[in-house]
């Protein structure tokens, strides 16, 4: 009995590492297509190496927002 909860355990340890990775993934492909589509005269990684903290800001927003829409679309 004990081995069969060990094993569920494992196997939702693994389901949300596997969750979370691809949130993390479709979160990075979104914020790049958002960058390219919707910001076209605004290069947020430049700005962001210039030190622009706003643009920091706004980049992780965008990130935060879009894995909390995949993390919920996906459960």
Partial sequence: METDFIEATYFAIGMNLGVTFVTLVASVIFLLVIDKVL???????????????AAAIFASSIMIFIAIIVGMGIR
């Fill in 39 to 53: 910001l076209k005269n605004i290069d947020l990684q430049s700005e962001i190496q210039k030190g622009n903290i």
